[in-house]
């Protein structure tokens, strides 16, 4: 995996809306700030669906998550990032400190 340097930083509220958002963030996903700030974690993530809110309850829950989440840039490419993520006085801030492109998530996710 490739370091995202700085790392990417962003800050969703409870109903997953992007409320801040780092340069690297912007950059890593293609979106310009406003657009991300417009955006929620199920818009960007991959594939789009259901498996996004059942993930962040537990997250909620837990206080804190990390491992690798896939995401998809405006341009269409998706890439798996590797997190660190926990909750701050009431929001939640995750940092992706690395990424790889997913040369071909469509084939592996029709073998799941």
């Excluded at 997953?16 to 690297?24: A, E, F, G, K, L």
């Excluded at 798996?80 to 940092?95: D, L, W």
Aim: hydrophobic share 35%.
């Amino acid at each position: 995996m490739i370091p995202v340097t700085p790392p990417a930083r962003v800050e969703v509220d409870s109903t997953r809306r992007y409320i801040c958002v780092n340069d690297s963030a912007c950059e890593l996903l293609g979106y310009t700030r406003q657009e991300l700030l417009n955006r929620r974690i199920d818009d960007v993530s991959f594939p789009t669906g259901a498996h996004v809110a059942p993930m962040f309850e537990q997250f909620v829950r837990d206080g804190e998550m990390r491992g690798i989440f896939a995401l998809q840039r405006k341009n269409g490419e998706v890439l798996r990032v590797r997190f660190e993520s926990e909750v701050k006085n009431g929001r939640s801030v995750a940092i992706w400190t690395h990424y790889e492109l997913w040369e071909n998530p469509e084939r592996s996710r029709l073998r799941e």
